[in-house]
């Protein structure tokens, strides 16, 4: 396993398997690696001959106040997993050559960007879609793993693609949970006893909505008070938002008429945590 710490020596990497023939898998990490993680290098590793990971804690998806100095970092704790499961080159790049001095170009998409945690974190998603379009022109995959945990993340990602004609297939890969249930997340490591044991309360109250679908109900605000009801039973958890979206467009929806997904982010002590269930009619 190789790493490269700068742009262009990950540019000719790229250049050079290309002219070999080669599919170049990839998928972009802030580090920290959970068995979620893991998995989306397995899911790229079976679609492609060589993996790109990279970690790099991006800066300009975290607003002022947000948990930018105090996200968790440990890069050779992290490069004994990924040699674990066989990625061929980590990218590691700085912040001064991923934004060299006078940076002022950016990538934004709309409409998908609104709500939940567009709405909740301004800047956020400008963000991430400004480091992923770099990520992409660095790396250059044919394919890219995204966990559908950030489910926004992963709409926003697909429309940018699509809108940019951007020549990489975005594969989704479903959400890694803990045995007990709760979504795998770097941010985890947050958590004191205590909130870890009440975290759950997410993935429950996620899994009521869903038994109350399979039992026939639709209209949903019946569901979004389900989860409000279930995630109220922790002491430490102050919702950030439960909303009954579309799958496709994250529109608002009523009722639960075609695919949706109720998205929530909720504080639990200090750690802001999400997750998201897909319902079907």
Known sequence: MRVIDTVSEMQQQANLWRREGLIIGFVPTMGYLHEGHLALMRCAKERSDRVVVSVFVNPTQFAPGEDFERYPRDLDRDLGLMASVGV???FAPSVEDMYPEGYQTYVEVEKV??????AKRPGHFRGVTTVVAKLFHIVKPHVAVFGEKDYQQLLTIRRMVRDLAMDVKIVGHSIVREP???????????LSPEERTQARLLS???AEAARLVQAGERDGSVLVSAVQRILAQGPSIRIDYAELRDAETLEEMVALDRPGVLALAAYVGGARLIDNAVLHP
């Open 204 to 206: 429950q109250a996620l």
């Open 180 to 190: 007990d249930g709760l979504a795998m997340s770097s941010r985890n490591v947050y």
């Open 113 to 118: 960007t609104r709500p939940l945690c567009g």
């Open 88 to 90: 061929d080159v980590v």
